[in-house]
């Protein structure tokens, strides 16, 4: 055993339980109120750094959580002075999914670092250093701690020396430690063991290892990691580790525990903070999906810890669950056709998302996402190995796809959005979430401005049928009859829960058996002012079912983001008439056949289903 004390070899240890581990295993969804009764306790513990922020937490907070993302980040700072704070950034992604113009990205470096970040863990999930740059420049104008890195994968074109490289070019661009992120997962222990010596034979600086305990190895990996000379690990406390998230920080804590490696954390008081996380996780029993556990398919499909959970829950609300074996099978396919991208987001939601689409469909690249139209034009960089040919040209026809560094293409945006935005931003960070996400932040937004959040409910909503609500004039407020399963009840509104995805969920008294139920399709229900009940019909109704070659349909369930054409306009077949949002991704929705916009039956924010007639396009 390392016994020599006399080199200070201690390992630093980054818990990533307030960030990788409940985005991996609880899709995100931890709240900030949960975090703040630990933070004094984790403050102790004497973390190299606790990553916090960044990731897909932003997008959660603000989405789902209601939340401001920016005040997580300044009450966690506050309520953590001694420990140094990390974020993931996707490179020239930031914290979205697209690339934003420069002026945004060193906007939100500076505002960040003034939020109170420390540590910028940078990637681009292409390899491609073009796209980190200006981020890895803005984290060093603002003074604040860059580490660098290489996404690690397993690939035809992909070798422990072109990593060796890449980690040397990042080195020479300034970062401050490298990082090998493994975020799926896929590093093996004496393949980390190789990869590491082999970067300490070519570069100088301190090297910190992320990977995820998908298929069982992140221990035996850190280990090996450790003794070829890595210095940080990523882990996260034992109750809410492993699997798809980090492997549990005590008993890596336990296993160096004097050595020369010993990180001399206290193991008491983890167990004290592990204690608080075993009983705060049944909260998010909700977000646990069936496949956060150690699944060894993960070598075979290379998918990432936290892209498995929102495979499950997305395939979940498309009620398809039963395909998720074949849209395992289809994403290394879809991704040999794109060169081998390293599957971390954006890339892995590009390939995710095209994958499901092929299988749902029926047909592959019969539906191109955006997305996957985007990547084939070179919107996200350079692909590590060669594209398919055929379905490059499926996706963007004979146009010339570019190979500048992509935000060389996009326009300074900050001025425009804060025009844009006028009133409703309060601050500059209202901005910035404004440019990341608009519609939701608006959303957002709105509700602060009403003062009711109305952040989604951790209990699951009951499935019902939609009941009919007719018009009854002659009932009190607050009482009516509805029909549930061909049975009418006399019932009163007892209370409305909070909307989830536009449905809000009423708690029903009925009759003489005074239960209370919650039916999410009373939506439409509003209750008039004085002695009577409205009751419109849903707006999914009112669309009729697609039947002939003119009715436009959506290609899979969700929200319509944009429409292009008017009533009245001429359409040629192919173009683009409006988009769909789901998954996270935007879908395009061609015209099938040349024509006139007959009838648009959708609007912006409208929920859209497979079957429903979206438009009528007529021959003229
Ligand atoms: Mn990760």
Redo the contacts with the bound molecule.
């Keep these: 055993m390392p016994k020599n004390k006399t080199k200070n070899q201690r390992v630093k240890i980054t818990d ?1 339980v307030l960030r ?1 581990a409940h ?2 295993l609880l899709a995100t969804r931890m709240r900030t109120e949960d975090m703040l009764p630990i933070a004094e306790k984790l403050d102790k513990v004497g973390y190299f750094s606790l990553e916090v922020w960044g ?1 897909a937490t932003f997008d959660t907070c603000l989405r789902f959580l209601r939340e401001d993302p920016w005040q997580r980040l300044r009450d966690l700072k506050k309520a953590l002075p001694k420990t140094k704070l990390q974020m ?1 950034l996707r490179g020239q992604n930031l914290v979205g999914y697209r690339h934003y113009s420069d002026d945004v990205v060193k906007k939100f470096v500076e505002r960040s670092v003034k939020n109170g970040m420390d540590i910028f863990r940078i990637f681009d999930a292409l390899n491609d250093i073009r796209n980190v740059e200006v981020a890895v420049k803005a984290v060093k104008s603002n003074k604040a701690i860059v580490e660098a890195c290489v996404c690690y994968t397993t690939s035809p074109v992909h070798t422990h020396e072109g990593f060796a490289e890449m980690a040397l070019q990042l080195e020479d661009m300034g970062a401050d430690t490298i990082c090998i ?1 493994d ?1 799926a997962g896929l590093l093996t222990p004496y393949a980390a063991y190789d990869l590491v010596k082999m970067l300490k034979e070519k570069i100088k600086l301190p090297i910190h290892i ?1 990977t ?1 305990d998908s298929s069982g190895l992140a221990s035996m990996s850190y280990l090996k990691a450790i003794e070829a000379g890595a210095e940080m690990i990523d882990t996260a406390i034992s109750s809410i580790a492993s699997g798809t998230a ?1 492997p549990p920080t005590e008993s890596l804590v336990e296993a160096l525990q004097g050595t020369v490696y010993d990180t001399g954390l206290d193991i008491a008081l983890l167990a004290d903070i592990a204690e608080y996380f075993r009983n705060l996780r049944k909260k998010y029993k909700r977000f646990e999906s069936e496949y956060t556990g150690i699944n060894t398919k993960t070598l075979v499909v290379q998918i ?3 892209m498995i959970s929102n495979l499950a829950v997305q395939l979940k609300e498309q009620n398809a669950i039963e395909k998720m074996d074949e849209v395992l099978e289809e994403i290394p396919r879809v991704r040999k056709d794109m060169g081998y991208p390293p599957l971390v987001t954006p890339a892995s939601q590009v390939v995710g998302t095209q994958a499901t689409l092929n299988i749902l469909s029926g047909e592959r690249y019969k539906v191109i996402t955006t997305e996957t139209r985007n990547y084939f034009k070179g919107l996200y960089g350079t692909p590590p190995g060669k594209i398919e040919k055929k379905v490059q040209k499926k996706a963007i026809g004979d146009e010339e796809p570019i190979t500048c560094r992509p935000a060389d293409l996009l326009e300074p945006e900050l001025d425009k959005l804060t025009r844009e935005l006028g009133g409703r931003a309060k601050s500059t960070d209202d901005i910035l979430s404004y440019a990341l996400f608009p519609n939701v932040a608006l959303e957002y937004f709105e509700q602060r401005e009403s003062g009711k959040l109305e952040p989604e409910l951790l209990e699951e909503v009951k499935e019902t049928q939609p009941p009919q609500v007719p018009h009854i004039p002659s009932l009190a407020p607050s009482e009516f009859i509805i029909t549930v399963h061909g049975e009418s009840y006399r019932v009163k509104v007892a209370g409305t829960g909070h909307k989830v995805e536009g449905k809000r969920p009423f708690f029903l008294k009925i009759d003489e058996r005074l239960e209370e139920v919650m039916l999410e399709s009373l939506t439409e229900v509003i209750p008039a002012t004085a002695g009577e009940i409205e009751a419109k019909p849903t707006t999914t109704s009112v669309r009729p079912k697609a039947t002939k070659k003119g009715d436009v349909t959506a290609p899979i369930p969700g929200k319509v983001t944009s429409i292009k054409v008017s009533e009245g306009n001429k359409v040629s077949a192919g173009d683009t008439l409006l988009t769909v949002e789901a998954m996270k991704m935007e879908n395009e929705v061609h015209t099938p056949m040349d024509g006139i916009v007959k009838k648009i039956y959708v609007k912006v924010g409208d929920s859209v289903n497979p079957d429903e007639t979206l438009m009528v396009i007529e021959k003229e």
Excluded: E, N
Aim: cysteine-free; proline content about 7%; overall charge neutral.
């Design positions: 990533t990788d985005q991996s990731g993931l992120k975020m992320h995820h980090q990432p810890g936290g």
